[in-house]
């Protein structure tokens, strides 16, 4: 952990005039960043991949834009919205302001597009790295590849295209998959080095504003490995499985305990926990889609919260938190989580179909290429029963 001594803004909350930057903001202009969309994508290509090369390692890196906000400057009529006055100093932010609600979007169209030329880099035959490459992509390696046997893949029941390396980005964590070959890796261990060399500030040693170097996050993320932890989830590429961070599982774990102690104390809810905790299990619920039904309560008493009287969990409330301190048990990293084939859209291995009217029910069954039909037909006394 590093302390940093920052001066920041609060964009959010009114000032003396009333108002504030996110207040300000029109929220319908605002490009969206959807966290969920950019994990299912590097899942989806990675099962792909490992169902056409059952064998084959397939490797993950991902690089953190360390201060990315700070890279990316903004017009003087916008910098001076986030003016702070101290007596006679006036500090004017000149970069994108952290906890902005546009920022995200905005640095995100400059993220995907370094992540969109680096995969068309990558695609470029008449590229040669020896020509055209960066000194900081020496310190990206492999990883140790596992001793496990690889898992095995379900077929998918929707089209992906698979490709043997692809880029994807959230905001500014830019993930990178690739089929392993050396060859591949050679080539890719250059690319998002290379852009960055080109893109980021400092460009040369005579400049007179002084940034941080990328490297440092670069060398410590950068490496290519089986298991890594992206977007806040640790997946590992060879046995197809997704877990939660062991500390993020045991902080989510505590806050949940302490919201089930407070129905066995009788004592009001903890609005502002409550609401950090469904944040939390929202992004669960993207692996767990069965989960969003054990929301809903919980839901519906942070609304509650507001009235009088309506401060408590009730009976079912609580069932559902002692649900969810059991699923973090099991999804937490160390223990059984899930394998790939259980959430994403895999072709079934057993489809059922059945119906039934007045007179009596039906229906059939699909095992691999069989197939197979039943039928119950009510006694003559119960058909047309209402």
């Not at 890796?185 to 940034?211: A, H």
């Amino acid at each position: 952990m590093v302390r940093k001594d920052r001066l920041t803004h609060d964009c959010s909350r009114p000032q003396a005039s009333g108002s504030s930057v996110n207040i300000n903001t029109d929220k319908d202009k605002i490009e969206e960043c959807r966290f969920g969309m950019a994990l299912l994508r590097v899942i989806y290509q990675i099962h792909i991949l490992r169902f056409l090369n059952p064998n084959t390692p397939i490797l993950i890196s991902k690089v953190d834009l360390d201060s990315a906000y700070r890279r990316l400057h903004v017009r003087l009529m916008h910098a001076l919205l986030c003016t702070l006055i101290i007596e006679s100093i006036c500090y004017i932010l000149f970069r994108l302001p952290f906890g902005c609600a546009g920022a995200p979007g905005l640095f995100s169209l400059f993220s995907e597009f370094v992540a969109d030329i680096a995969q068309a880099l990558f695609e470029d035959e008449t590229w040669n790295l020896e020509e055209l490459f960066s000194e900081m992509a020496k310190e990206i390696k492999l990883g140790e590849f596992g001793k496990a046997p690889f898992a095995i893949a379900r077929e998918l029941s929707i089209i992906i295209k698979a490709k043997a390396v692809s880029i994807d980005v959230y905001i500014d964590d830019l993930i990178t998959v690739l089929l392993y070959s050396e060859s591949r890796f050679q080539r890719i261990r250059n690319i998002i080095p290379l852009i960055l060399d080109c893109l980021i500030r400092p460009l040369t040693n005579m400049e007179q504003v002084k940034r941080s170097s990328i490297q440092a996050k670069l060398i410590a993320e950068g490496w290519f490995e089986e298991a890594k932890t992206v977007l806040g989830w640790l997946i590992n590429t060879r046995s197809l499985q997704i877990f939660f961070p062991k500390m993020k599982s045991l902080q989510l774990k505590l806050e949940l305990q302490d919201l089930y102690k407070s129905f066995e104390d009788q004592n009001p809810v903890n609005r502002k926990l409550l609401e950090s905790v469904i944040r939390k299990l929202v992004n669960i619920c993207f692996l767990i889609p069965e989960g969003r039904f054990f929301i809903n309560k919980l839901h519906f008493r942070l609304k509650r919260c507001h009235w009088q009287g309506c401060k408590n969990f009730d009976l079912m409330e609580s069932e559902d938190l002692l649900f969810w301190i059991k699923i973090v048990d099991v999804i937490k990293e160390g223990s059984i989580s899930r394998s790939f084939n259980s959430f994403l859209n895999t072709l079934a291995n057993i489809l059922t179909f059945s119906d039934a009217c007045e007179r009596g029910l039906g229906g059939f069954f699909i095992i691999g290429s069989k197939a197979f039909a039943r039928r119950f037909e009510l006694p003559d006394d119960l058909q047309d029963a209402v």
